[in-house]
């Protein structure tokens, strides 16, 4: 079993940076891979990124390149997103997901999830 955690969500405003923080606590001594996925307005839940815990290799959606940058410590057990340039797009609840096993980029491959953190990007 692994719980998940996230914090940093809020109000910002376009053009601001905002780093998202996921800890983790349980079996993370297994391996494990972990993504951020988020839920728009009226949309389904989508992957945004994800990594793998032990080796560190990252995957992004086409739309995060350039802009998103996922990161893991596996000292403090946390995963982060950051998002520069944010966009009234990138307005949803942000969830922080893991599975046992490989990097998967369907959320039906992810077993634990966290709560989920509101961004909501508005002037």
């Known amino acids: 079993q692994v719980q998940l955690v996230e914090s940093g969500g809020g109000l910002v405003q376009p053009g601001d940076s905002l780093i998202l923080s996921c800890t983790a606590s349980?079996?993370?001594?297994?391996?494990?891979?972990t993504a951020w996925f988020r839920q728009a307005p009226g949309k389904e839940r989508e992957i945004v990124a994800a990594?793998?815990?032990?080796?560190?290799?990252?995957w992004y959606t086409n739309s995060a390149k350039g802009r998103v940058t996922i990161s893991r410590d596996i000292t403090k057990k946390t995963m982060s997103l950051q998002t520069n340039s944010l966009t009234p797009e990138d307005t949803g609840v942000y969830y922080c997901?893991?599975?046992?096993?490989?990097?998967?980029?369907?959320?039906?491959?992810?077993?634990?999830w966290g709560q989920g953190t509101q961004v909501t990007v508005s002037s």
């Open positions: 990594i793998n815990w032990r080796s560190g290799s990252v």
């Open positions: 997901a893991a599975r046992e096993g490989l990097t998967r980029t369907t959320q039906s491959d992810y077993n634990y």
């Open positions: 349980g079996r993370t001594d297994l391996p494990f891979a």
